[in-house]
């Protein structure tokens, strides 16, 4: 018996048969889908990038707060109450493992963070990975309740005042998932099936993914925004750049991520090929594991700093494409502490800090790394060499851990580092982000505090930045932990980079994000 189709039908057949999708060379795999169990930017670009959706966005271009899945909002006088307006007829994806029965409502932002924020939610200790973000930003602490005041209406009411509140909102981790598809997973005993068979409302749909190789979506037709271009959206995963720059001539990739410099600079005169950049607010560094010893002590902290050679490794491994880090967060950053001088190289002075530090004949540690580029570490294994060699130098012998990068986030996260090269993206402008999730003693106990360092006095000033929204006394603040985390030398800062990203020339509407996040939803496939 042979299976009889409508005409129209079956013209479009082939072309869909066809159909380009939109390939992305990316150059890791995701940890996981669940993405307020991570805090690694390739996760939130494969889950909450292109999945899902935040009550509130944040436009890059304007620099300012917009609705998301929240067409409006109001916040009391006090700063106490943030009230949250849904949009009406937003649909949940619908996939071979999960039908929704009902439109986005406040059930859904309701649990969506009561599982991140109390302790005997049902959900709270499924997430085996615990929620680094949501522990850093204190949410806990922070967040009195959040309550359903009718289908379409939510209601946050704080503790205290908190600046970063809604700006914090817009990052990954704030993602609303279903509460139907949740109740769904424990009901059949299966609610891990999250991390891996994930649902949103976002502008492409789940389907398969295959760790080390590929990610798997498909447009959303019933996409709030409106429906994607590109009907296929394929997250190709090659660690190697320079293959990536090869399956991007080729044509095997449409968009590139993570290019190395020199990449960059040899895609010049291609007229298939171009480089969109954008300044970064992004910093690279070493995080000095302040619990290990004798990285405990100041004066050898200090000592790396003074022992590493920032020019030459700016040289070597980003050529140009990236300016020194002198702080923690980029100089256009308002409360940048300009003040604060940044560490010379003085390899004399760092073997007379070592020696007050009683460590004349200097010690052994360990230099971990990745083993693939990215945006904030092009050239991991020629960066660690540079840093072993300035090291070597001065009488620090560390030998190069290279580790995969979801067990180097994983066993960074747990401490068992000495130097970590690393990097940080903010996801909305703020100066907190980078102190509350990277210096406060919360982010020790959630892991993203690499550093592992925990300090009275450098929590109250972040938690009086947060306090108040007048700039002026957050800036004071702010400036004021600049230099303690200088003068503690808890990292060794390196460069902040620009963000570039390669595309074909048949592509349109791609932007690249200063925070490294991803829109594919209003790109086009010429």
């Not at 959040?146 to 704080?158: A, E, G, H, K």
């Not at 190395?260 to 007229?271: L, M």
Request: proline content about 7%.
């Amino acid at each position: 018996m042979k299976l009889s189709l409508p005409i129209p039908l079956l013209l479009l057949l082939p072309a869909l048969a066809m159909a380009k999708p939109l390939t992305v060379c990316t150059d890791a795999s995701p940890e996981g889908f669940d993405v307020v169990q991570y805090n690694s930017l390739v996760t939130t670009n494969a889950s909450a990038d292109v999945l899902m959706n935040r009550l509130v966005e944040f436009d890059a271009r304007a620099g300012k707060v917009v609705p998301g899945l929240a067409e409006r909002w109001t916040v009391s006088a006090d700063g106490l109450s943030y009230t949250f307006t849904l949009r009406r007829n937003v649909a949940f994806h619908a996939t071979d493992y999960f039908r929704p029965g009902r439109k986005l409502n406040a059930d859904d932002v309701v649990q969506s963070f009561g599982r991140m924020l109390k302790p005997d939610h049902p959900w709270h200790r499924i997430a085996v990975n615990g929620f680094p973000h949501a522990q850093s930003m204190q949410l806990p602490k922070l967040v009195r309740a959040v309550d359903r005041i009718d289908d379409q209406t939510v209601r946050f009411t704080l503790n205290e005042a908190d600046a970063t509140f809604l700006p914090m909102l817009t990052m990954g981790f704030a993602s609303i998932y279903s509460a139907e598809y949740m109740d769904k997973l424990v009901a059949a005993g299966k609610p891990a099936l999250l991390n891996s068979q994930p649902i949103g409302t976002g502008p492409f749909v789940f389907r398969a993914y295959q760790k080390d190789a590929a990610v798997r979506y498909v447009a959303n037709p019933d996409y709030f925004g409106g429906k994607p271009k590109v009907e296929r959206l394929l997250f190709s995963i090659v660690p190697d750049a320079t293959v990536r720059l090869q399956k991007l001539r080729a044509g095997e990739c449409q968009i590139a991520l993570s290019p190395k410099p020199q990449d960059v600079a040899g895609i010049r005169g291609n007229p298939a090929l171009q480089a969109l950049s954008v300044p970064a607010f992004m910093t690279a560094f070493v995080a000095l594991n302040s619990q290990h010893k004798p990285l405990d002590n100041p004066k050898v902290r200090q000592a790396i700093n003074l022992a590493f050679d920032r020019t030459a490794y700016l040289n070597s491994v980003f050529g140009g494409t990236a300016v020194a880090a002198t702080q923690i967060y980029p100089p256009n950053t308002w409360s940048y502490a300009r003040d604060v001088r940044p560490w010379p190289h003085d390899p004399a002075r760092a073997r007379a800090l070592l020696a007050e530090a009683g460590l004349a004949k200097g010690f052994e540690t360990t230099i971990w790394t990745r083993p693939s580029g990215s945006t904030l570490n092009p050239n991991p294994r020629a960066g660690a060499e540079l840093l072993q060699a300035d090291l070597a130098r001065v009488g620090i012998r560390a030998s190069i851990k290279v580790i995969e990068w979801g067990e180097l986030i994983k066993r960074g996260k747990a401490g068992e580092h000495d130097l970590l090269f690393m990097g940080w993206a903010g996801d909305n402008g703020d100066p907190d982000n980078f102190l509350t999730p990277q210096f406060s003693c919360a982010a020790v106990t959630s892991g993203t505090n690499f550093a592992r360092y925990c300090s009275p006095t450098l929590d109250r000033q972040i938690e009086a930045g947060k306090r108040t929204a007048n700039v002026a006394e957050r800036t004071r603040q702010y400036v004021a932990a600049q230099k303690w985390i200088h003068d503690q030398a808890l990292w060794v800062p390196l460069a902040h980079p620009t963000a570039t990203v390669l595309v074909r020339r048949e592509v349109g509407g791609y932007r690249v994000s200063p925070f490294g996040r991803q829109d594919f939803a209003s790109v086009v496939v010429r």
